[in-house]
Structure formats: C-alpha cells, structure tokens
C-alpha cells in the first residue's frame, strides 16, 4: 500500500521498552519511523486511555491519512 500510493509510514506503539522489538521489526519490514509511547503511569491502562493516549500521539504526529 505504501509504494502504491507514495506515501510514509509511522508506527506508533504504546507498551514497555521491551515493546521496542516489534517497532524494529515494523522498521525493518518498510515501515518509515516508529514512535513508542511508554511511561510507568500506563501499566495499568485501560482501552479507553490507551486509544487515548494513541490519538493524542497521532494528533501530535501530524497530517494523517489512514491509522490502522
């Protein structure tokens, strides 16, 4: 989809630092950037302050397109 359309992909997580691998993996398969989010104050987030805290970050990130 990417080189269909000329566009730029970042990936954004939320999660320990262990959460690292799987953002090297999205780099390493395509992926343009990769943001993680981690914080001791989310280990006990629920869904609605993880989409939360995802959005804003999306938010923060800029013109945004498609977010899966």
């Keep these: 989809m990417k080189e269909e359309v000329c566009g730029k992909v970042t990936v954004v997580s939320m999660g320990p630092e262990r ?21 001791k104050g989310f280990s006990s987030s629920n869904t609605w302050a993880t989409s939360y805290t995802l959005a804003m970050a999306i938010k923060k990130i800029g013109d945004c397109d498609l977010f899966f």
Excluded at 21 to 38: M, N, Q, S
């Design 19 to 39: 959460a690292e691998k799987t953002l090297r993996d999205a780099l390493a398969r395509g992926a343009d950037d990769a943001v993680l989010l981690t914080d």
